[in-house]
T-cell receptor, first 112, second 111 residues
Framework: EAGVVQSPRYKIIEKKQPVAFWCNPI?????LYWYLQNLGQGPELLIR????????DSQLPKDRFSAERLKGVDSTLKIQPAELGDSAVYLC??????????FGPGTRLTVL | GQQLNQSPQSMFIQEGEDVSMNCTSS?????WLWYKQDPGEGPVLLIALYKAGELTSNGRLTAQFGITRKDSFLNISASIPSDVGIYFCAGRGGGSEKLVFGKGTKLTVNP
């Protein structure tokens, strides 16, 4: 069974530029999560989807971050415009039950 | 909000030694999960715990859900070099659906 797929694995951009990350969850997993992981920290939830509905986006900085999961399968997380402090690893995870979440390899973003 | 205190922050051990790390929360949790993260990769689920007092093993790994429901520990027996990585605890409870992660324990195993 294929795991969670994320792309790109690495992204380097200049500040004020837009950036987008893509995630394809494990087949059959209805719940999809985007996490932010800063260096030396554990993952922190940005947004959780149940199918195509964002059921928890309370931690998503909505002034510059947006996400979508139009068909309830793959998802895109966007930052526009990016700031220096956005440099981090962005992890996508999916689950078929709310507790056992399976993570992708992440996208490491560097904002210069 | 909910916070997890994971300790120790880092451990340096010799191959063959046993390891123990733990996590405590400020509120009662219904679920405890333990993950391992290798450099450049996402966290990989090791063990999931759902009942107070539950003791679950996965090979050389054993984890327990504390009876107070506010703590959990992970033991690794007879460590090997590939055990190197960062171990995260994660929990859910206190009326929230959100999974909260600790800051991780960085394990180094010297051959």
């Amino acid at each position: 069974e294929a795991g969670v797929v994320q792309s790109p694995r690495y992204k380097i951009i200049e500040k004020k530029q837009p950036v987008a990350f893509w995630c394809n969850p494990i087949s059959g997993h209805n719940t999809l999560y985007w996490y932010l992981q800063n260096l030396g920290q554990g993952p922190e939830l940005l947004i959780r989807y149940e199918n195509e509905e964002a059921v928890d986006d309370s931690q998503l900085p909505k002034d510059r971050f947006s996400a979508e999961r139009l068909k309830g399968v793959d998802s895109t997380l966007k930052i526009q415009p990016a700031e220096l402090g956005d440099s981090a690893v962005y992890l996508c995870a999916s689950s078929s039950r709310s507790d056992e979440q399976f993570f992708g390899p992440g996208t490491r973003l560097t904002v210069l | 909000g909910q916070q997890l205190n994971q300790s120790p922050q880092s451990m340096f051990i010799q191959e063959g030694e046993d390891v123990s790390m733990n996590c405590t929360s400020s509120s009662i949790f219904n679920t405890w999960l333990w993950y391992k993260q290798d450099p450049g990769e996402g966290p990989v689920l090791l063990i999931a715990l759902y009942k107070a007092g539950e003791l679950t093993s996965n090979g050389r790994l054993t984890a327990q859900f504390g009876i107070t429901r506010k703590d959990s520990f992970l033991n690794i027996s007879a460590s090997i070099p590939s055990d190197v990585g960062i171990y995260f605890c994660a929990g859910r409870g206190g009326g929230s659906e959100k999974l909260v992660f600790g800051k991780g324990t960085k394990l180094t195993v010297n051959p």
